[in-house]
Nanobody, 125 residues
Framework: QVQLVESGGGSVQVGDSVRLSCAVSVRRFSDYVIGWIRQAPGKEREFVAA????????FYGGSAKGRFTIDRDNANKMVYLEMRSLEPSDTAVYYCAANPGNGKPYEALDGYEYWGQGTQVTVSS
């Protein structure tokens, strides 16, 4: 059983920074790729970022490159998404999700078998 709980969302202004946290309850945290996926109002879910089991490899979606940073802390079973220079287009529900090493690419949303409930980030101008 894998449980993921996101926190850190809220309402911010254009240009602000926000750090999202994902607490993962699982026996072997290092077995899982952890990703962040977001869904803006009226749009499909979009891959944002993912980190390999040991944090050595990181992958970013187009909208995140250069502005967002994903990190993981295996000792505390936490994953973070640092978001900088936020824009109104970053407004979305942000989900933390776990891929159990099923061979699917990190950016493939159907590779993530466990999902958190999401945290809302709203960016206002």
């Amino acid at each position: 059983q894998v449980q993921l709980v996101e926190s850190g969302g809220g309402s911010v202004q254009v240009g602000d920074s926000v750090r999202l946290s994902c607490a993962v309850s699982v026996r072997r945290f290092s077995d899982y790729v952890i990703g962040w996926i977001r869904q803006a109002p009226g749009k499909e879910r979009e891959f944002v970022a993912a980190t390999s089991w040991n944090g050595a490899s990181k992958f970013y979606g187009g909208s995140a490159k250069g502005r967002f940073t994903i990190d993981r802390d295996n000792a505390n079973k936490m994953v973070y998404l640092e978001m900088r220079s936020l824009e109104p287009s970053d407004t979305a529900v942000y989900y933390c999700a776990a891929n159990p090493g099923n061979g699917k690419p990190y950016e493939a949303l159907d590779g993530y078998e466990y999902w958190g409930q999401g945290t809302q980030v709203t960016v206002s101008s």
